[in-house]
Structure formats: structure tokens, C-alpha cells
């Protein structure tokens, strides 16, 4: 049977051929893979682009090699703080200007398209909170990086970037289409809550034309929470911040020794719904075990110093205090 390959698929063939890096070669490979007519004539074909994308996957993860150098993710990015929320969006669209704008990392924001191509974070602090951004790579209707999804994947939100003074439709299709397409979030049009957690971040609103925002939320079927911002002016992104945090759906509670102050600098953060015994675990895994009682102060509920059973129901800033046995 003739395979009937397309022209596009032998594009991707000659990338594949031209290609330098094990890197760019497993992206035409995906290409191809993608591109290929997929019939019998093919099965043959098909299997042997598989083959030789794991082989590709495997020496890229370092499988095989003893000792030595490791290949490292860069689409891993370790989690710190009290929640990670990774920045989706066509490129330009202002992403690592949030980073640049309400944290420290080092981020490279320019006025040409692609400038970041590795996923980088970045903490911000709402609050005494702090939660992790994570810049990353823009994506476009045809492209975007293999690794990416996994950063997308691990993180606890997601944020759709969407430049207000561009074309806000195509940008919001596109990031759409990337979420759903990689299942993260789901294809339902309707319950935006059964995948994964995800909102619009709607970017330099200062050069936006008027009722751009408007125009978007009415045209977009899934009901997306949208917040406003412009990380040149700083407009919005206080707001953010605290919305992130409720989103992010934690409490923060600031421990307390027998007899001293509460330490009221470095809460810890716990998901809504913990109790007193949670908290112990989280301090410290042996620590549940030998938890014999607890007091708590600044709780809704109960007055300053009250004892209160392991299984308390915390809130946001309570101090707690543990005894030990
Ligand atoms: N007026 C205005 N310009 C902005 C704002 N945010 C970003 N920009 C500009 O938009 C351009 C792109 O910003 P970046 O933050 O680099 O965009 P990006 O999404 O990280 O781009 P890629 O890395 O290519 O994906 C830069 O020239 C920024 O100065 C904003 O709030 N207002
Ligand atoms: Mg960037």
C-alpha cells in the first residue's frame, strides 16, 4: 500500500534531517509523527518513528550512561512556597514581565517574540505567603515545546496570559486548544473546575483598546475567572496576588512554643480543611504520633488559649500551639 505522504510531513522529514541536536530531533520526529497519514501503508513507518523517538527520549534522560552527567529536566521545576502557579500564553503576550514585575527571578523580557525558552521561577509574596510563579515558554498555534506540559502538569494553577492589546481571540484559542489537547484541562465547555485549576490573567491593560476585555469574556465559552493587570504600571497585581492565594485554597498558620511568642514571620501552609494533627505532620512526620494536646488563639471559634482536639479544623492565621508527650 503506497504511504501517500503529505508535503507536510516530509518538511518535518527534513528537519529531521537537518537537524543538529538530539533535542531538535526529537521534535521533528514528533512532527512527523503527527504529520504522518496513519493507515496500514504507514504502520511500518510509524513504528519506526516511535522506536526512534524513545531511543531520543532515553539518551536525552541519560538512560544507560553510568555515572557521570545527568541530563537535567528543565521543564522540572522544583516546588517551594505555598503553591505553584506556571504562566501559559503566546509569545510576547507579557509573561516575564509578571516575574519581572512581583518577584526576583532573573527573567528576560524583550519586545521580540520567544524570548524565554526554558521555564523559569520565581517567588512571590502575598502577604506573608510566598508562592511560586513560573515563567515559561510561549506556545503558538503550531509549536510549542515537548517538555512544557510536564511543568504544566506538576503546577498547582494555571495561568493564561492573554495581551489585551493584541488579538485576544487567537491568543485565548490557541492556549485553549494547548490546555485541552495535552488534558489539562477538560473538553467539556462548560465545568472549567474538573480539570486542572485554571484563570486568565488579562495583560497590559494600560495600551489596551477599551471594551477588549469585554469583548473577550463574552466571546469565551468557558467561564474563566479574569483578572486585569499591567506590569509596567503596576495596576492589578495586588489583586492577583490575593487571588491567587484564595485560589490556591490554603490556610497559613503561625506555630507557637509553650511559653513563647508565635512565630508570626514564617507561617506555615496547610490546604483548607487541615486539623491540629495535620499541622503536627507537616512540622514534622513523628511529631503527629507524639502530639498530646493543643491550644489555639486568633480562631474564629473559640476564645485565646482554649485547648483543642487533634481534630480541630484549622483556619487561616491561627496560632497554634503543640504539646508534645
Ligand atoms: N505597555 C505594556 N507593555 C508590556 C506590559 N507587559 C509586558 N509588556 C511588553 O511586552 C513585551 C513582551 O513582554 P515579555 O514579558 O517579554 O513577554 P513574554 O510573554 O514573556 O514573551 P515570550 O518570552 O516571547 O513568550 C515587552 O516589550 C514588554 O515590555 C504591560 O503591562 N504594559
Ligand atoms: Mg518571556
Excluded at 496500514?40 to 523517538?53: A, F, P, S, V, Y
Excluded at 501559559?88 to 525558552?117: C, E, Q, R, W
Amino acid at each position: 500500500m503506497p504511504a501517500n505522504l503529505t508535503p507536510q510531513y516530509k518538511k518535518a522529514e527534513e528537519r529531521y534531517k537537518a537537524a543538529e541536536t538530539d533535542e531538535e530531533r526529537l521534535l521533528a520526529l514528533e512532527e512527523m509523527l503527527r504529520e504522518i497519514p496513519k493507515h496500514k501503508g504507514t504502520e511500518h513507518l510509524q513504528g519506526d518513528i516511535k522506536r526512534r523517538m524513545s531511543k531520543l527520549k532515553d539518551s536525552l534522560a541519560g538512560v544507560g550512561k553510568k555515572g557521570g552527567a545527568k541530563h537535567v529536566d528543565v521543564f522540572h521545576v522544583p516546588k517551594s512556597g505555598a503553591g505553584q502557579v506556571a504562566l501559559v500564553g503566546m509569545p510576547n503576550s507579557g509573561k516575564s514581565s509578571i516575574l519581572a514585575a512581583i518577584t526576583h527571578a532573573h527573567v528576560v523580557v524583550a519586545d521580540y517574540p520567544f524570548a524565554t525558552a526554558v521555564p523559569v521561577p520565581g517567588m512571590a509574596l502575598f502577604e506573608d505567603v510566598p508562592i511560586q510563579l513560573v515563567d515559561a515558554p510561549p506556545i503558538t498555534a503550531d509549536f510549542a515545546p515537548p517538555g512544557l506540559v510536564n511543568t504544566y502538569r506538576a503546577a498547582d494553577l494555571l495561568a493564561i496570559v492573554v495581551d489585551l492589546s493584541g488579538d485576544v481571540l487567537e491568543q485565548m484559542d490557541v492556549c485553549v486548544k494547548y490546555l485541552v489537547s495535552h488534558n489539562l484541562i477538560l473538553d467539556e465547555g462548560g465545568d472549567a473546575h474538573l480539570g486542572r485549576k485554571t484563570f486568565v490573567i488579562a495583560a497590559k491593560t494600560d495600551i489596551a483598546p477599551p471594551g477588549t476585555l469585554q469583548s473577550l469574556q463574552e466571546l469565551t465559552e468557558r467561564p474563566f475567572e479574569y483578572i486585569t493587570i499591567s506590569s509596567t504600571a503596576g495596576q492589578g497585581l495586588d489583586m492577583l496576588m490575593r487571588r491567587i492565594f484564595e485560589m490556591l485554597d490554603v490556610i497559613r498558620i503561625y506555630a507557637k512554643k509553650p511559653g513563647a511568642e508565635p512565630d508570626m514571620k514564617e507561617p506555615f501552609t496547610l490546604k483548607r480543611g487541615s486539623n491540629v494533627h495535620d499541622l503536627a505532620y507537616h512540622i514534622h512526620r513523628e511529631l503527629a504520633e507524639k502530639l498530646k494536646t493543643a491550644r489555639a488563639w486568633n480562631s474564629p471559634k473559640i476564645h485565646d488559649g482554649q485547648n483543642v482536639p487533634r481534630d480541630h479544623v484549622l483556619c487561616d492565621k491561627e496560632i497554634i500551639e503543640l504539646h508534645f508527650g
